[in-house]
């Protein structure tokens, strides 16, 4: 390493930062945000978002999706969306669908909460429903289940009723699909 160090200092003229440069797997290796793995199909090495910017993305999309946060759905989801756009843009070159997948359904889930809550009492909770499509039945049971936020918003028909297309309609860009279109432009 001394005299890779030497050689690119000495005949290249760049200055290299020695705590910051090591040897070491790619497997292993984060650079400007980036891990690398071996893509046995391809048998080539790519690059993919490393985890702990991922982790660091998930962090951020749940400070924005805080139930205790003041402020309307709408203003949320404008704000959910430029941090989604930024990050994916930067990211878009990398393999990332399962980590979209996933973090798009996760997204999904704590709005749902977030409207659940707001909706606050059985009776707006059960005209919520109903003005989503619910019949009257499934919709006064569901209203009375109350503060179990996580289990109605994924056991529930508030999964139906505020699904994917619901939740477009009102601005939610999904992650999933906007990776998946940065994407193909990208390697284009």
């Known amino acids: 390493m001394r005299t890779v ?3 690119i200092q000495r005949k290249l003229g760049l200055k290299v930062n020695t705590t910051k440069t090591h040897i070491t797997r790619p497997t292993k290796l984060k650079y400007l ?8 199909k391809a048998n ?3 690059c993919r978002p490393h985890q702990d910017s991922v982790k660091k993305f998930k962090s951020r ?3 924005l999706t805080c139930r205790k946060m003041p402020g309307t ?3 949320k989801i404008a704000k959910i969306n430029q941090v989604t756009r930024g ?3 930067y990211y878009a070159l990398g393999s990332m669908k399962a980590a979209m997948t996933e973090i798009d359904a996760h997204l999904r889930t704590r709005l ?3 409207i659940w809550k707001q909706w606050k009492v059985p009776k707006k909770r059960e005209w919520g429903l109903l003005k989503l499509g619910i019949d009257p039945y499934r919709a006064k049971r569901t209203s009375q289940w109350g503060d179990h ?3 109605v918003a994924t056991k529930s028909c508030l999964s139906r009723a505020v699904s994917k297309a619901v939740l477009a309609k009102a601005g939610l860009i999904s992650c999933l699909d906007y990776y998946n279109e940065r994407h193909a432009l990208k390697l284009c």
């Open 87 to 89: 990050w994916i843009n």
């Open 149 to 151: 936020y996580q289990f």
């Open 5 to 7: 160090t030497d050689w």
């Open 44 to 46: 080539e090495w790519k």
């Open 33 to 40: 945000g980036f891990g690398f793995y071996m893509d046995s």
């Open 112 to 114: 749902r909460v977030i």
């Open 73 to 75: 759905v709408t203003s």
């Open 61 to 63: 999309l749940k400070e």
